[in-house]
């Protein structure tokens, strides 16, 4: 069965293709392909390095400060799905892939793969609390639930990965910076009065203080791993990812 999965999934892009070619050629494969390699090749002194005992993960959900406390609740969101978790953290048992740190804790890195667009605006409940900020408040929460502290984490991190073109147009430019961050979770914060005041200056402000924020381009990632067979494949599948996934003007989501 998985073998007929891959000759399916090869065919992405031909012109016997059975499936559109955004299928397997997206950031999401792209950021897995790029994780694996760093797992199977540990040591390489990179951004994206795994800590000794680290895992990575795809689609990890991190838990909100701001989850529902009662059935209607016109300001709660749901959890936050990362494109990329790499560190020391279990994931729950089952369908969901909920995500939560381990004693401990020495590196938690959380990226956000984009390849066409930026990142989302806001929620259906807080339209302007964008990916960057909630990413972040998430990243917080699971310290607060874990009663780690954030200075104790060697490497706390939330970095954006994208194409060259697309973070030297603008697209990320005052949204993936702590002050951007700050600002839209405390109006996040602001929206339930002094509710989560305590939150706020206890668990949120100490997580954003420690961790490191910033974007990385795909293209300096490539550049970055050696010249053997294995990433010049993944370079073509990267070019091939950029031929189905056109850049989208700044502000697009």
């Known amino acids: 069965m998985l073998e007929s999965i891959a000759k399916i999934l090869g065919r992405c892009g031909s012109e016997n293709s059975v499936l559109p070619p955004t299928e397997l050629f997206n950031e999401s494969w ?7 390699w760093f797992d199977r090749n540990r040591g390489t002194k990179h951004p994206l390095s795994f800590a000794p005992e680290a895992r990575w993960y795809s689609g990890a959900l991190l838990p909100s400060h701001f989850l529902p406390k009662v059935r209607g609740d016109t300001k709660a969101e749901s959890y936050t799905h990362a494109d990329g978790v790499i560190g020391h953290f279990a ?11 381990l004693p401990g ?13 930026s990142l989302s ?14 990413t972040v408040a998430c990243i917080a929460q699971m310290l607060a639930i874990a009663k780690v502290s954030p ?17 030297r147009s603008g697209v990320f430019t005052g949204l993936v910076t702590k002050e951007s961050i700050e600002k839209k979770v405390r109006a996040r914060v602001g929206a339930y009065e002094t509710a989560h005041d305590v939150w706020f200056k206890e668990s949120f ?11 990385l381009a795909w293209e300096t990632v490539l550049a970055d791993l050696p010249n053997t067979r294995e990433i010049e494949l993944m ?3 990267y070019a091939l990812c950029l031929r189905f996934n056109p850049l989208k003007a700044k502000n697009a989501s």
């Open 30 to 36: 792209m950021l897995r392909l790029v994780l694996d």
């Open 91 to 101: 994931i729950a048992s089952g369908e969901r892939g909920d995500a939560k740190l």
């Open 105 to 117: 804790v020495k590196q938690f890195v959380v990226t956000e793969a984009k390849l066409g667009s």
């Open 121 to 134: 605006a806001g929620t259906k409940n807080a339209p302007t609390y964008d990916q960057a900020a909630r």
């Open 151 to 167: 200075a104790s984490v060697d490497h706390l991190a939330f970095f954006v990965i994208a194409p060259e073109a697309q973070i």
């Open 205 to 215: 402000l100490p997580a954003l203080a420690h961790i490191e924020i910033g974007t």
């Open 235 to 237: 370079r073509k599948f």
